[in-house]
């Protein structure tokens, strides 16, 4: 094997190491990027209080945030999918609930997942839910039609210059994924 042949066999090694830990990576990010979501707040993830214990909350009857709804559907999923209100004026520390209306239009049973977000990024830390239909799959028979709650605070320790606070949703088409998840466990195991 002559000097050349055995430098670009080196070489094509390291491209294809380089290949398969980058594409490592790609899997990696989406749990990574979740946790961080989840610990820092960013991207708009809202925090999860259904632990929390409310009656330690102190309500702010003084100061008032307009809590504004928006929804939306990825592309091609046709589904309606609104709020039933726009807007809210919520007191900081006080429980609220907010409906959203879903239907499937489709003639096939179909199972969606809302993805939240809180604008701006900075106050996602501070909007808390203890219910929401975005914590699980929501599988809808054909042509079905439901409302679904979303029970809300404010941390009081908002900060003052924020206003104006936007949760808006986005459904996704996980049909395919929740049937072979579904299939995965009940499939016989074999030993």
């Known amino acids: 094997m002559s000097a050349q042949t055995a430098t670009h066999t080196h070489l094509l090694l390291k491209l294809g190491l380089v290949v398969v830990a980058m594409f490592g990576f790609g899997f990696a990010m989406v749990p990574i990027y979740n946790v961080m979501c989840d610990i820092t707040g960013l991207n708009g993830k809202t925090g999860n209080a259904a632990t929390d214990d ?3 909350l102190t309500v702010d009857e003084k100061r008032v945030v307009t809590v504004e709804f928006v929804t939306g559907t990825n592309q091609g999923m046709d589904w309606a999918f609104r709020p039933d209100v726009h807007k809210m004026q919520i007191h900081p520390g006080k429980l609220y609930t907010a409906l959203f209306y879903a239907r499937n239009n489709y003639g096939i049973p179909m199972v969606g997942q809302a ?6 990024s900075n106050a996602a830390a501070y909007f808390r839910k203890t219910e929401c239909f975005s914590f699980t799959n929501q599988r809808f028979e054909a042509g079905e039609e439901r409302e679904m709650p979303v ?3 404010i941390d009081p320790r908002l900060p003052r210059d924020i206003h104006t606070v936007t949760l808006s949703y986005t459904f996704f088409d996980v049909t395919d994924t929740a049937r072979r998840e579904q299939d995965t ?3 016989p195991k074999t030993n």
């Open 185 to 187: 466990q009940t499939a």
């Open 115 to 120: 993805v939240p977000s809180v604008a701006p």
């Open 151 to 153: 029970r809300f605070y």
């Open 54 to 56: 409310l009656s330690a």
